[in-house]
């Protein structure tokens, strides 16, 4: 079973940078797409990033393209998310998501992490 466990939320003042962190534990993470969705209060959860696991390519919202990268690192089995320019909009709880399939996790990702709080201030 996939367990997903989030870190590096915060509160920052706009304009800052966070780096969020998600550990994989369960299966084999290079066989795994990765990526995080958003939910802001009073929002549905909606996607922001994804990194495929067989060539890193990656996908992101427009509302973060330029301003998020996600990346992973197999041997520590972690995917981060640089996110700078942080806007008030940007204001959720962040979910880490895995699945097999890259198509299948920008819309109903298998595996969810418990999610963590990133505040931006204006």
């Known amino acids: 079973q996939v367990q997903l466990v989030e870190s590096g939320g915060g509160l920052v003042q706009a304009g800052a940078s966070l780096r969020l962190s998600c550990t994989f534990s369960?299966?084999?993470?290079?066989?795994?797409?990765m990526g995080w969705f958003r939910q802001a209060p009073g929002k549905m959860r909606e996607f922001v990033a994804a990194?495929?696991?067989?060539?890193?390519?990656?996908h992101y919202a427009d509302s973060v393209k330029g301003r998020f990268t996600c990346s992973r690192d197999n041997a520590k089995n972690t995917m981060y998310l640089q996110m700078n320019s942080l806007k008030p909009e940007d204001t959720a709880v962040y979910y880490c998501?895995?699945?097999?399939?890259?198509?299948?996790?920008?819309?109903?990702?298998?595996?969810w992490g418990q999610g963590t709080q990133v505040t931006v201030s204006s």
């Open positions: 998501v895995a699945d097999p399939s890259v198509a299948v996790l920008t819309v109903a990702p298998g595996d």
């Open positions: 369960g299966r084999s993470f290079s066989t795994y797409a």
């Open positions: 990194i495929n696991w067989s060539d890193d390519k990656t």
